[in-house]
């Protein structure tokens, strides 16, 4: 029966910590800081490096406690997890930084004329 409880436990506490960076990401994107959105870095703004961020870590919280990972070996682990933040990590950058210059461009070619 205890055993049964603290599974319970667990699964109250991690979808607490899930709903919790949810509700953070949430509130970000409705007020959207102008300091965080307005500030370019590595080709975007700091709020959407924090999504991503808040997104790799609600993936990897999930993965840990709902796909066992917690159970498994180290190396084991690590194989599964580090390639797909990394991949991740590398896709992000270069959808951000290659989808902002496609923008530049596009805004060198647009000129919008309300005369």
Do not use: C
Not at 32 to 46: D, F, R, V, Y
Not at 59 to 86: Q, S
Not at 94 to 108: C, Q, S, W
């Amino acid at each position: 029966m205890s055993h049964a409880k603290s599974h319970t436990a667990l699964i109250w506490k991690v979808f607490a910590f899930l709903s919790l960076i949810t509700i953070v990401e949430v509130i970000l994107g409705i007020v959207k800081p102008e300091a965080l959105n307005l500030t370019q870095i590595l080709g975007t703004s700091i709020l959407n490096w924090i999504f991503l961020i808040l997104t790799i870590v609600k993936a990897y919280g999930i993965a840990w406690y709902f796909m066992h990972l917690k159970d498994e070996k180290t190396w084991f682990r690590r194989a599964i997890v580090w390639p797909v933040v990394f991949l991740i990590g590398v896709l992000a950058f270069f959808v951000l930084y290659e989808g902002d210059a496609i923008g530049e461009i596009a805004r060198e070619w647009t000129k919008w004329s309300y005369n």
